[in-house]
């Protein structure tokens, strides 16, 4: 089945040590979505990649970075992480910018130490 | 200020009870989404609706858009312990806005 996979599921990591969270689609859309959801929040848009055009939501920590290679791929850096960036990370396609069709994935639990 | 006010932001019921979380807004929208978020796991799409006094029906889910088209309604009937979730209504500004989101626990 087309879809949109996540992975870890689960990511532990040490206050201000580099983690990356990855993701991939075989739904081949174009625009690529990193969103932030703290518990029993809403989703929050931290970027998109529309094809290799990269949108940095203006409200979104220089800590947090992304990286597209391919249509396929997507991943988040975060390269201090804080305790405050304790979250659900999720990843979600959508074929066009604003289309009305859009794919979460099922998400990376990250926990700071 | 939120473009999307959802209410309640928590309930907790009994199974079988009826329930209706609302999503209301100032703006008019051309179309708005229903999510369904389970626990530790992503969004999923219900619903779009697009026309005003829209009714759209999925089992035991109803789902409303106001005739002005800024606000909208779901109503679950006979809630069941699987209905327990986020519900999240959302709308497309340029990129999806969403609601804060409404935490249902339905339990046996």
């Known amino acids: 089945d087309a879809m949109v996979i996540q992975n870890p599921r689960y990511q532990v990591t040490q206050f201000g040590k580099p983690v990356t969270l990855s993701c991939s689609q075989t739904?081949?859309?174009?625009?690529m979505y990193w969103y932030q959801q703290k518990s029993s929040q809403a989703p929050k848009l931290l970027f998109h990649?529309?094809?290799?055009?990269?949108?940095n939501e203006a409200d979104t920590p220089d800590n947090f970075q992304s990286r597209r290679p391919n249509t396929s791929f997507c991943f988040l850096d975060i390269r201090s992480p804080g305790l405050g960036d304790a979250a659900m990370y999720l990843c979600?396609?959508?074929?066009?910018?604003?289309?009305?069709?859009?794919?979460f994935g099922s998400g990376t639990r990250l926990t700071v130490v | 200020t939120q473009l999307l006010e959802q209410s309640p932001q928590f309930l907790s019921i009994q199974e079988g009870e009826n329930l209706t979380v609302y999503c209301n807004s100032s703006?008019?929208?051309?179309?708005l989404q229903w999510y369904r978020q389970e626990p530790g796991e992503g969004p999923v799409l219900l619903v779009t609706?697009?026309?005003?006094?829209e009714v759209k029906k999925l089992k035991r889910l109803t789902f409303q858009f106001g005739d002005a088209r800024k606000d909208s309604s779901l109503h679950i009937t006979a809630a069941q312990p699987g209905d327990t979730g986020l519900y999240l209504c959302?709308?497309?500004?340029?990129?999806?806005?969403f609601g804060q989101g409404t935490t249902l626990q339905v339990k046996p």
């Open positions: 979600a396609t959508s074929r066009e910018w604003a289309s009305e069709g859009y794919t």
């Open positions: 739904l081949n859309h174009n625009v």
């Open positions: 990649y529309y094809d290799k055009d990269f949108n």
């Open positions: 703006s008019v929208f051309s179309s």
């Open positions: 609706v697009v026309t005003g006094g």
């Open positions: 959302a709308v497309l500004g340029g990129k999806l806005i």
